[in-house]
């Protein structure tokens, strides 16, 4: 028995991106473990823990148990207590103990996945506190892009760009894509009829149309659209931090072109951020 073929790009995807963070914080002094990140009230050591502790708990780890502090601003609800508990724990831990259990994580998470004889569809648990379960492969998924997204906050947070079109980063695209006819038609309101085209350039290159049809539910594709209501034009960095709601449309407006129906640009644009 081996992986099943549709499992292997996410989990190559997962090692890639996680090995990459392994190898950016490996290297970093004391100090630049409390580095501020784009995630709110997070540190480059947080980010680091959130991926240990969710990648423990994919391993059937026991949570740990933990007491938050109360003066935890930007905990403001069950999701965001939920994940802040394997960060606050960490939060005590030095340069050292962070990357050695890191390491030891990603080898035997790794060592776990090559294992992998499950079906993709077998259902398995949610590690993110909302107690449902998800099929093993879009589990698989939301891993690997759960990780090059928090990889690329920490790139940000310590001035060292790249991986904007690995593996990993083609998976975030895909997902991220598949929130657009929602962000547009429900969350922005755009009327039955409109067009909106996406034209994203940059080391991950794409141009996707959202339509919304007559019953006002949007679909997305790959079609060209002569006269859209409105084209968004953006490079993929900024595309993702605003989709992953690292930041907000007005530090950023250098970095957005817009034409047609500024009203609409502005709601959708608002609404843009889909990841909790």
Same mark, same amino acid.
Request: hydrophobic content about 40%; glycine content about 6%; proline content about 7%.
């Given at each position: 028995m081996?992986?099943?073929?549709?499992?292997q790009p996410a989990?190559?995807?997962?090692?890639?991106?996680?090995e990459?963070v392994?190898e950016l914080v490996?290297?970093?002094?004391?100090?630049?473990?409390?580095r501020?990140?784009?995630?709110? /009230?997070?540190?480059?050591?947080d980010?680091?823990?959130?991926?240990i502790?969710?990648?423990?708990?994919?391993?059937?780890?026991p949570?740990?148990?933990?007491?938050?502090?109360?003066?935890?601003?930007?905990?403001?609800?069950e999701?965001s207590?939920?994940?802040?508990?394997?960060v606050?724990?960490?939060?005590?831990?030095?340069?050292?103990?962070?990357?050695?259990?890191?390491?030891?994580?990603?080898?035997? *998470?790794?060592?776990?996945?090559?294992?992998?004889?499950?079906? !993709?569809?077998?259902?398995?648990?949610?590690p993110?506190g909302?107690g449902?379960?998800?099929?093993l492969?879009?589990?698989?998924?939301?891993?690997?892009?759960d990780?090059?997204?928090?990889?690329?906050?920490?790139?940000?947070?310590?001035?060292?760009?790249?991986n =904007?079109?690995?593996p990993?980063?083609?998976?975030?695209?895909d997902?991220?894509?598949?929130?657009?006819?929602?962000?547009?038609?429900r969350?922005a /309101?755009?009327p039955?009829?409109?067009?909106?085209?996406?034209?994203?350039h /940059? !080391?991950?290159?794409?141009? *996707?149309?959202?339509?919304?049809? !007559?019953? /006002?539910?949007?679909?997305?594709?790959?079609?060209?659209? =002569?006269?859209?209501t =409105?084209?968004?034009? =953006?490079?993929w960095e900024?595309?993702?931090?605003?989709a992953c709601?690292?930041?907000?449309?007005?530090?950023?407006?250098?970095?957005i072109?817009?034409?047609?129906?500024?009203e609409?640009a502005?709601?959708?644009?608002?609404s843009?951020?889909?990841?909790?």
């Amino acid at each position: 028995m081996t992986v099943h073929p549709s499992l292997q790009p996410a989990i190559d995807a997962w090692t890639h991106s996680v090995e990459s963070v392994n190898e950016l914080v490996k290297p970093l002094a004391e100090s630049d473990w409390n580095r501020a990140t784009e995630c709110p /009230g997070w540190s480059v050591r947080d980010v680091v823990s959130h991926i240990i502790g969710v990648e423990c708990e994919m391993l059937g780890e026991p949570r740990p148990i933990h007491t938050l502090p109360r003066d935890l601003r930007h905990v403001t609800d069950e999701f965001s207590r939920y994940i802040e508990v394997q960060v606050d724990v960490r939060r005590c831990h030095t340069a050292l103990e962070m990357t050695s259990e890191l390491e030891l994580t990603i080898i035997r *998470r790794s060592r776990q996945l090559r294992g992998e004889h499950r079906s !993709p569809q077998a259902t398995v648990r949610w590690p993110l506190g909302s107690g449902t379960e998800r099929t093993l492969e879009r589990t698989l998924t939301m891993r690997a892009f759960d990780v090059w997204a928090h990889e690329q906050d920490l790139r940000r947070a310590l001035g060292v760009p790249g991986n =904007l079109d690995s593996p990993a980063a083609a998976i975030s695209r895909d997902v991220l894509l598949e929130a657009l006819p929602t962000v547009v038609a429900r969350d922005a /309101g755009a009327p039955a009829g409109t067009v909106v085209v996406f034209d994203v350039h /940059g !080391p991950l290159e794409f141009l *996707r149309t959202v339509r919304v049809g !007559p019953q /006002g539910k949007a679909t997305v594709d790959t079609r060209v659209s =002569l006269g859209p209501t =409105l084209t968004l034009g =953006l490079d993929w960095e900024t595309y993702a931090r605003l989709a992953c709601g690292r930041v907000r449309p007005e530090a950023v407006a250098g970095s957005i072109k817009t034409e047609g129906d500024e009203e609409l640009a502005r709601r959708i644009l608002h609404s843009f951020a889909v990841t909790p």
